[in-house]
């Protein structure tokens, strides 16, 4: 019966989403909502690709609005001033706050993961749950990326919750992952398998508008304004190209990253919160963008060069994947100032038309018609193939 609808489709060409689900009680459940980024992006496109879902959340920033319809956001006990201002804190209770949801149990669940989304039981004994990971948490398994959870005196924590996340990760019937460097941390902390499908990106808007004659007199650097992105070395590396910076973003670094503009032998702009017409039209008039951060995936890469701009940053993470080195951008090792001052100089001889045609390649069809595909091979199996603790 489960493999009943999906022998309905046109077999011309892939399958809907109404042939792949059929009639089937459908859950996304991501972890929390607390900005407009990256994996709100994706809960908000897991939820445009499957409009019957319900959708759940560990906790909800009231201030934040997601396209999901007319539909709830329904969240746990963590949905409240206090925890959600305090996260790190609470990264032990997620897995009770999963537990303790009270909901019925669903045929079909897509969780959304980056911290411990993949404990829910919303798919009960006899559903598929489907894990897509944005990174297995950063907390637990890679401090070190971002320096968040890395003391040794948390080791004992740390340890505690892998054994704890390790459980949990056999309950999940398959995993797709960002990336494939997340697919690779998800065989290394998990021992499973997970294909790769990237997050959508609004490459679409950021192509749109584009003026004839840009610019390109500025480096620019996006991103939050915080320690481990490391835009202070935009900055250094403009300086040594002898080239202007511009700084899109906001954060906590702000003070410091004004302090290294005053200080800079080269022009520096700091555009705190810009529109999103404003960063498009920052991304469209750059000569390149210097992203000088090893992200799990990475939309900003992804949107500069949707708006025909190079991209220059280090060979690790998630632009191995969206950025093609000589083609679309310059892909440096490590983080040195004057080997990103090089590669800006290189990064003169992308075409911007690269740029833009491989970007398309991470728009929103792509992102559904792989997230479709995964979930209509997962339910044309017979049985789960997770193995159980």
């Given at each position: 019966m489960e493999g009943a609808s999906l022998q309905r489709r046109d077999r011309t060409g892939p399958p809907s989403v109404e042939d792949v689900v059929g009639t089937r009680k459908i859950a996304i459940a991501h972890e929390w909502v607390d900005a407009y980024a990256g994996s709100e992006q994706v809960f908000e496109a897991f939820a445009r690709i499957f409009p019957n879902a319900d959708l759940y959340a560990l906790s909800r920033r009231p201030s934040?609005?997601?396209?999901?319809?007319?539909?709830?956001?329904?969240?746990t006990f963590l949905d409240t001033s206090m925890f959600r201002n305090r996260r790190a804190a609470t990264l032990p209770l997620m897995p009770l706050a999963w537990r303790a949801l009270r909901a019925p149990e669903y045929d079909l669940v897509i969780s959304s993961h980056h911290a411990f989304a993949h404990a829910n039981r919303l798919a009960g004994r006899s559903g598929r749950h489907l894990c897509y990971v944005h990174s297995p948490a950063r907390y637990v398994?890679?401090?070190e990326i971002d320096g968040r959870g890395g003391s040794r005196m948390l080791k004992p924590a740390r340890d505690a919750l892998r054994r704890v996340d390790r459980r949990f990760s056999r309950k999940v019937d398959s995993y797709a992952a960002n990336s494939t460097a997340v697919a690779a941390r998800i065989q290394s902390f998990w021992g499973r398998t997970a294909r790769v499908i990237h997050p959508p990106v609004r490459v679409e808007y950021f192509a749109e508008?584009?003026?004839?004659?840009?610019?390109?007199?500025?480096?620019?650097g996006v991103g939050r304004w915080i320690g481990y992105k490391n835009l202070d070395l935009v900055i250094r590396a403009a300086e040594r190209a002898g080239l202007p910076v511009k700084l899109a973003g906001r954060g906590p670094d702000r003070e410091r990253l004004l302090a290294a503009a005053r200080e800079a032998s080269v022009p520096v702009?700091?555009?705190?919160?810009?529109?999103?017409e404003e960063l498009r039209s920052l991304y469209q008039n750059a000569r390149c963008l210097v992203f000088p951060t090893i992200e799990d995936f990475g939309l900003i890469p992804v949107e500069a060069q949707a708006a025909g701009t190079p991209v220059v940053a280090?060979?690790?993470g998630g632009v191995i994947d969206t950025v093609v080195n000589g083609r679309t951008g310059v892909l440096v090792d490590g983080l040195d100032p004057d080997r990103l001052a090089a590669a800006i100089h290189e990064a003169d001889a992308i075409d911007p038309a690269a740029c833009r045609e491989h970007a398309t390649r991470f728009g929103f069809t792509a992102t559904q018609d792989a997230v479709v595909a995964w979930v209509s091979s997962e339910l044309l199996k017979p049985s789960r193939d997770a193995v159980c603790a």
């Open positions: 934040i609005s997601l396209d999901v319809g007319s539909r709830d956001i329904r969240t398994w890679t401090p508008g584009a003026p004839k004659v840009p610019t390109r007199d500025y480096v620019l702009e700091l555009i705190e919160s810009p529109s999103d280090p060979a690790a």
